[in-house]
């Protein structure tokens, strides 16, 4: 189970995988990261070679402005969270992105990685709910009911759209060039870092830390997992188990992303994954140590989060 939950291919329906084949044809698509452990989802873009000597060129990305841009919403991601109609509000984010708001990029790449299955092939997506639907197995309702959410806050994509990897590369490289921290993490996370030396990875691993920005911890998740087994870049830091990537996505939570039933976060993995909670007043981090995490890992995975929680400095 541990396993399956860190790489983002979390099962909690006791349905024969076969089955689900069948049922939802060959359709793939990505979770919060994109391509890791992503997650989610939760990344990537096109890397610049460079080497340690160029380390601050590679890293001084442009503060952000914190200027609203005319017609979005003061809180970008609440309306993702609360948001009927993602298509028209991904519209707006992406006008806002290339006029050069880097935290409106960022939420658009977010809204194109939830959407992406669905935008795929919006009829199949529904043929493939009708054929689970008629399984009439109790154990899919939950599946159906994220699935339908995901229906509804998505209508308008189409494939013509592009949602792939592609897209998401493109979006967060751009928004990650701009100063908008998660997206650069969420390169990392597709393999895709801005800068491949150790030491700009590891770098980039304290500055998100320090920054104590939940969308950020979420996005680099799925680079501090099993992947980063072994890595002397993370030596020291919560890297490198199917449990780190965990302890960062529960610290996420903690910091105050979207964790609720309902969110983006859960939904997701339920729709696109078929990874959902039989409870469905269950949040992430109680879903997590629920389904994930043995007894006698609970006190490691506390130690964990709660380091998470200290923002670094200097590197210690």
Known sequence: MLALLARKSWYLLVLPAAVLMVALGVRSGNLLHGDTAEVAAVSGASGAEMGAPTLRAATAVPEQSTAVAAGLPLDLRAAFENGSDLFAYARQLQAAADAGNAEAGWMASRIYDYCGVFAMDPSGYSLDSAALQRMDLDVISAMLAARGKVRQGCAGFTAADGLGRARLLQERLASAKAGNLAAEAAL??????????PEYRRELVERVQSSQDPEAFLAISGAMGSSAAGDDAYRGMVAG???????????????GLACGPGSALMVAYCANGGICSRDPQQDFQSFVYDAAVPRQGIEKMDEMVNSLRKARRGGQ
Not at 188 to 197: A, D, I, R, W
Request: negative net charge.
């Open 188 to 197: 990392l996370s597709m393999g895709e870092p801005l800068n491949e030396t």
């Open 241 to 255: 188990s199917q449990f780190s990537q965990l302890a960062w996505q529960v610290a996420a939570c903690q910091l």
